[in-house]
């Protein structure tokens, strides 16, 4: 595990720690007797101890109530630290977290929507999580957080770090092809920073050329993960050459892959589905202004073939 960068993440390891050291000494002292009884009472050996016939309270004892303060003691202050994890701090700062095959998205308060984690350092965070698809599980190892996140319903999680940096997170469970490369960052800003940050994040799409602010949102969005720009087939066609060109549909015909054809597929992605290509995609309804529409259009239309 990667250094803790938030105060709970230290009481996770001290309580680890804790166990992991009684499981040792116990471990020691178990298979060390083991041990050292096979051989001085195995059979053949002369040195044999005459059978006891009563019981010995005081050892019994011993080994009761030895383990029955040390599991006690885990359980209440696992109980502590997992109430800890479990409570968010009512003045928690709230970001929306949305995995779906194979990305996180990142929604702040302003409608900001980003590939990785931002936040200021020393302030609660709450993350309030959903998918588009199938389970996905947000996870931090350095922060010692990790929760399954689900289509249909939001699951939470807050951290609070405790030092300036970059932190990865992992999707932790299975959810197809891309699971692996289901990765972002939480970068977390020094005092100030942040603010920063949102304040020029909010304002960059609308201050580039709509073609650049399609590039930008191409990535961003998770575009990327399906369709390529380079020609090579992915889980989606790609969108080298696609505007303006006839596209085969499973239902026959093709179809000129003109503004409003680009548009209905964002947003219905199974209205008009390519032939060869299964029905995957998640609808962008609700998730994609019409200007950031607009601006993915733009993009498309500069990625003509080499001719
Ligand atoms: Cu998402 Cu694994």
């Known amino acids: 595990m990667p250094p803790a960068a938030t105060a709970t993440a230290g009481d996770v390891d001290t309580l680890f720690h804790f166990i992991l050291g009684i499981s040792a ?97 020393h302030r609660p965070v709450r993350l309030v999580m959903t998918s588009e698809d199938v389970i996905h599980s947000f996870f931090v190892p350095a922060f010692r957080i990790k929760r399954d996140v689900l289509p249909g319903r939001y699951t939470k999680l807050w951290f609070e770090a405790t030092r300036s940096g970059e932190f990865q997170v992992f999707c932790a469970e299975y959810c197809g092809a891309g699971h692996s490369d289901m990765l972002a960052q939480v970068i977390v800003h020094e005092p100030g920073g942040f603010e920063k940050w949102l304040e020029q994040e909010a304002n960059v799409l609308a201050k580039l050329p709509p073609a650049e602010a399609g590039a930008r949102l191409y990535k961003m969005r998770g575009c990327a993960q399906c369709h390529s720009v380079d020609g090579k087939a992915g889980i989606g066609p790609t969108f080298l050459g696609l505007v303006g060109e006839p596209v085969p549909l499973q239902t026959g015909g093709p179809v000129s892959a003109d503004e409003n054809y680009i548009r209905e597929s964002i947003l219905e992605p199974q209205a008009k589905l390519v032939a060869g290509f299964q029905p995957v995609m998640p609808t962008y309804k609700g998730r994609l202004k019409d200007q950031e529409i607009t601006a993915i259009i733009s993009y498309l239309k500069t990625l003509q073939k080499a001719h």
């Open 25 to 121: 000494a116990f471990f020691l002292l178990i298979v060390g007797l083991m041990v050292l009884f096979v051989f001085r009472y195995h059979r053949g050996r002369a040195a044999r101890p005459a059978p006891s016939s009563s019981h010995n309270t005081a050892l019994e004892l011993t080994w009761t109530i030895i383990p029955l303060i040390l599991v006690v003691v885990i359980f209440g202050w696992g109980v502590r630290v997992f109430l800890d994890i479990n409570t968010v701090p009512a003045d928690a700062y709230e970001v929306q977290v949305t995995g779906q095959k194979w990305k996180w998205f990142f929604t702040y308060p302003n409608g900001h929507v980003d590939e990785n984690l931002h936040v200021p350092v």
